[in-house]
Each structure stands twice: as C-alpha cells, then as structure tokens.
C-alpha cells in the first residue's frame, strides 16, 4: 500500500496549487504576512492558510485584501500581479504624479541595493 503525502492526507492534493493570486499580490506589495492580516482584521495563521489553499477565502475577506493591494476582488483572483500584463496595465493608470513617485521609490530601491 503507498502511503500518502501529508497534503493528500488532509484532504488537499499536493499538485493542486490555489486558483488565485492572493499571495502573489502580497509579496508584490512587499508586504509581510503579519502586516496585511493586521490591516485586514484576520490573523497571519488564517491568511496563511487561504494564500496556500488549506482553507477558504470569503467575499468578505477578499475585500479587505483588496483594499490593501490596492487592487479588485478580481484582480486577486485572476491577475498575475507579476505578469507582464498586469504591470503595464498598472503603470498605464498612473498619472505624471504617479510616474515621478514610482521613479523616487525607484531611486530608493536602486540606492538601498548598492550600498
């Protein structure tokens, strides 16, 4: 008799990945698993749990994160936030200040990396 994976053995498939982006949108705002539970009134173990498809997400839940993304319900659920699509989709709403901001953060960025 094969013995099963521990995913398979809670009732999750271990080459079924989640059919959303919530952690993909997570890691692209730079944010900690802690950071967005705080601002989304859940707790990190919760949101750890639905980023990795052990629980369920609600419509509820997928508010909140969407507020703090800044993004839709349905951009957390069907955009790749690391696509290629999706970033210039991105960069095409922001207006001359919008630019000049994501240059600075760029600076930023470059600058913390060098040095």
């Not at 521990?6 to 705002?29: I, N, T, V």
């Not at 989304?40 to 750890?48: I, K």
């Amino acid at each position: 008799m094969e013995a099963c994976a521990p995913e398979e053995q809670s009732g999750r498939m271990a080459d079924k990945a989640p059919k959303h982006f919530l952690r993909a949108w997570r890691e692209a705002r730079g944010l900690s698993l802690e950071a967005v539970a705080v601002q989304a009134e859940t707790t990190h173990a919760t949101l750890s749990r639905v980023e990795r498809g052990l629980i369920p997400y609600n419509q509820h839940l997928l508010e909140r994160l969407a507020a703090v993304y800044l993004v839709s319900t349905g951009d957390l659920l069907e955009a790749d936030p690391g696509s290629a699509e999706v970033r210039a989709a991105l960069l095409a709403d922001l207006d001359e200040d919008g630019i000049a901001e994501l240059k600075r953060y760029a600076d930023f960025v470059r600058a913390k990396k060098s040095g």
